[in-house]
């Protein structure tokens, strides 16, 4: 394998090899400007796909940023969030008039080990920055943008949840990457769970719900599919993007997003009480309605 | 259980889940969905030797907040932290999810009169977000809700209510901040990193989570106030959170709207002057920031009551809402 190093900490690589060569503008969403000052941790803009046009949101690990000493190595601070739902914003802006069908793709080059932690993270609203990044894509999905993401490198819970979680489709690259995704690594599920580490390893060897890694992920529903070959981003990019553009054209919306994944999950025999719980409390509240809605 | 009238008078801070579920809806009007009687537990649990618990740490139902029929979530702290797992996460989503249907039938039946009518949800959170037990299921209900909250956007309004002693964290601590309305008690926390975690990531120097004053002045009630993160402040009693809900039931929706933090390019942009304030402030404490915003002697802040507080307390001004 060419790329025996894996992609993690690469994201600027990977832009490089998804996008068509010389395409790529940073901070631009066709005329609109994103301040180039802000998250250097992000990196955002636009690049052509076979020509094309398509808004790519990155990690850049290799940048630190100079103001929140809490952002390296592809951490999500404020402004990277920040900056990361201004392009999602532009990117509805800049088709506002167009229809459904062409609206622009949204690509997510997924390579993050966390949200920032820290004080002044805590008293200015982190959680705000991460939420607000994550209802602005939700936003753009529901308005016909396909937004397809794809793991490089790292996911790690609430990293993903804020750059991931939210596209219509979730791609990976297979393990022998050094993919990661998980919530946290088993050490430290073991002190806070107070669980011997021996049985969280022999657990995580066959259990979707709880073990770390791009396979088990697939099989609860979160990744669509995995990529073998760095080479093959691109098209297999493309072929989800056009996959999703035809599921809403026909108003299958249900189908993709994080409610599409949890069908997906119930498919693969990773989730399956989740739809019990539903049916259940929709049955339950059938029974009651009317003296609730006509009080 | 504590009577309905009992309740209102019950510290929040020390009621369990069920019992702010029935106190925070009209006397009498609360019935659960998937209690504890239906026995759905986490299925995942057994197998790390964990107990398991009937509601899996979650009350969800309906109550009326006059005509309206409010979805009540609200989690349970003693059971394992409130953490959000497979069934835990499914409950909290499908309330949503309902409160949306019930949105489309009260439209449909009374086209003219159903803001009246309308549904809203009120969501209890006492949580640090993703259950480590099931943490990959976890994670994916999370992304689940906020998908959820989108689809609410301009229909019906999700309301937080932060007041417990675990708070409101990790996960669960964005989803709290993208609810159109937070309210929350002095003892009520919010945030996205717990002191904990912070402490360990970036050492005692940054963060000394033993230190419960610094705790509550970063994430308490009356810093989120101040922030404009929670729009309310309230007092420790399950009567102090329902009066502010039947408060917020009498506003029109388009002013509720106003009272978000996120969700807008316009709010980002807004988020991002704080940011940059952040910066230039360079705070080290939020009493700084306190500070900045007029409070003249922002230690005073820290042990005044309620009341004085919401009386002399100068909050961040907003350009928008």
């Known amino acids: 394998m060419d790329y025996e190093q894996g992609m993690i900490g690469r994201g600027r690589d990977a832009l490089e090899m998804i996008f068509d060569a010389d395409s790529i503008k940073e901070n631009l969403i066709d005329d609109i400007q994103i301040d180039s000052e802000i998250g250097p941790g992000a990196v955002v803009g636009t690049g052509l796909l076979d020509g094309e046009k398509a808004t790519f949101i990155a990690n850049d690990a290799q940048a630190i940023n100079p103001r929140f000493n809490v952002v390296y190595f592809g951490v999500i601070g404020m402004e990277e969030a920040y900056k990361m739902a201004l392009a999602v914003y532009n990117t509805m802006e800049a088709d506002k008039d167009k229809p459904l069908e062409q609206k622009r793709p949204l690509v997510l080059i997924v390579d993050t080990p966390g949200n920032g932690p820290g004080k002044t993270e805590e008293i200015f609203g982190m959680n705000k920055a991460t939420g607000g990044y994550q209802l602005a894509l939700a936003e753009a999905r529901k308005l016909g943008h396909p937004i397809v993401a794809m793991v490089i490198g790292r996911a790690i819970s609430g990293a993903f949840l804020c750059h991931g979680l939210q596209a219509d489709q979730i791609l990976a690259l297979d393990k022998t990457f050094g993919t990661m995704i998980h919530v946290m690594p088993l050490t430290s599920i073991a002190r806070i769970t107070k669980i011997d580490i021996e049985r969280l390893e022999e657990l995580s060897k066959d259990n979707p719900v709880f073990a770390a890694g791009v396979d088990f992920f697939h099989k609860l529903g979160g990744v669509e599919e995995i990529v073998n070959k760095v080479e093959d981003m691109k098209a297999i990019i493309k072929k989800h993007i056009a996959e999703v553009r035809e599921a809403k054209k026909a108003g299958q919306a249900e189908k993709l997003g994080p409610w599409g994944r949890g069908a997906l999950g119930d498919e693969r025999g990773g989730r399956v009480v989740r739809k019990k719980i539903i049916e259940k409390m929709t049955e339950e509240y059938n029974a009651v309605a009317d003296k609730y809605l006509n009080a | ?321």
Request: glycine share 12%.
């Open chain 2, 1 to 321: 259980m504590l009577s309905w009238d009992e309740l209102q008078k019950a510290k929040f801070t020390e009621t369990n889940a069920r019992e702010r579920a029935f106190g925070l809806v009209d006397k009498g009007t609360f019935t659960e969905f998937v209690s504890p009687r239906d026995r759905m537990p986490s299925p995942h649990l057994p197998v790390l030797g964990e107990a398991i618990g009937y509601d899996d740490g979650v009350v969800t139902g309906i109550g009326l907040i006059g005509k309206r029929p409010v979805f009540v979530v609200s989690q349970e702290g003693r059971f394992i932290g409130g953490a959000v797992g497979e069934v835990h996460g499914a409950k909290m989503v499908q309330a949503i999810k309902l409160a949306l249907k019930a949105y489309e039938d009260v439209k449909e039946k009374y086209p003219d009169s159903y803001e009246e009518r309308l549904p809203a949800v009120v969501i209890s959170f006492e949580t640090g977000g993703v259950r480590l037990h099931e943490s990959n299921a976890g994670l994916l209900a999370h992304a689940e809700v906020m998908d959820q909250i989108q689809d609410a956007r301009g229909k019906i309004p999700i309301i937080a209510v932060i007041g417990s002693k675990v708070g409101c964290f990790g996960g669960m601590g964005f989803v709290g901040a993208a609810t159109d309305v937070v309210i929350m008690s002095e003892q009520g926390r919010l945030g996205l990193t717990g002191p904990e975690v912070i402490e360990q990531e970036m050492g005692k120097d940054e963060f000394d989570a033993s230190n419960k004053a610094l705790v509550f002045r970063t994430t308490g009630g009356k810093h989120k106030y101040i922030m404009q993160d929670a729009n309310f402040l309230v007092k420790d009693t399950v009567g102090g959170f329902y009066q502010q809900l039947q408060e917020v039931m009498k506003l029109p929706f388009a002013e509720i709207e106003k009272f978000r933090r996120i969700g807008s390019k316009e709010l980002v942009e807004e988020q991002l002057e704080l940011v940059k304030l952040a910066v230039e402030l360079g705070a080290k404490d939020s009493m700084d920031v306190w500070k900045y915003y007029g409070n003249e002697d922002p230690a005073k802040l820290v042990d005044m009551g309620p009341e004085e507080f919401l009386k002399v307390a100068k909050r961040r001004e907003r350009k928008l809402g």
